[in-house]
């Protein structure tokens, strides 16, 4: 039997069912006993996070200081977030509590550390590899979460996405073409040339004659 499908008048022992006064009274409270009983469902509110509607969710937000939070998240992050919110409080200010809320709001992003890319100690970023690119109100929604829940001394270098494109190159190259044509006398050897030469000099005669007398 069913709690909140059962008659009153069905559980009540041999002795009080001949009881007419009982028999009736356990009839006229049994559907409001079995509206209250399928009422209580309600109050199992964690067990039920899937189910309960938007404005309930934000109550619980608030209630549970989920300080990533934002009413601009769609209903299924907000959710996660509310489930994860005693565990992110437990572990605030860790590399955990930053690849939890990574992992709500860019389920397919990676937390990647400095020392995986050759960074600055204490600095870590976010690779969204090859997944959607967000808008930019998304970005600055979850660089807020991260900074809420990372602690002090460390410092998110930055959240990128890769993308490969084929492309095709085509390179130009000038051509200058240079041509030489000589025109004139065939080359000859060295040549010798004969020279007559001549010489003058000027002669000068001179005779001296003494006569005695």
Do not use: C
């Amino acid at each position: 039997m069913k709690l909140n499908e059962t008659g009153i008048v069905q559980i009540l022992p041999s002795s009080l069912q001949a009881d007419e006064n009982v028999v009736h009274t356990s009839k006229a409270v049994t559907d409001s006993v079995n509206k209250v009983t399928a009422e209580t469902v309600n109050e199992l509110i964690m067990s039920r996070i899937d189910e309960l509607p938007e404005p309930v969710v934000n109550s619980l937000a608030w209630q549970l200081h989920v300080d990533t939070y934002s009413e601009d998240l769609d209903i299924v992050q907000k959710r996660k977030l509310v489930k994860n919110a005693i565990k992110d409080h437990k572990y605030k200010g860790t590399s955990w509590a930053v690849k939890s809320v990574v992992e709500v709001l860019l389920n397919y992003a990676k937390v990647e550390e400095w020392f995986e890319y050759k960074g600055s100690p204490y600095h870590f970023r976010v690779n969204g590899s090859y997944g959607p690119i967000v808008n930019g109100d998304s970005l600055q929604s979850l660089v807020n979460a991260i900074n809420e829940a990372k602690n002090v001394r460390s410092w998110l270098d930055g959240i990128s996405f890769e993308r490969q494109k084929m492309v095709s190159k085509h390179l130009a190259m000038p051509v200058a073409m240079y041509k030489e044509i000589r025109i004139g006398l065939p080359d000859v050897g060295p040549q010798t040339t004969a020279m007559s030469k001549v010489i003058s000099m000027p002669v000068s005669i001179f005779k001296e004659v003494k006569v005695n007398g």
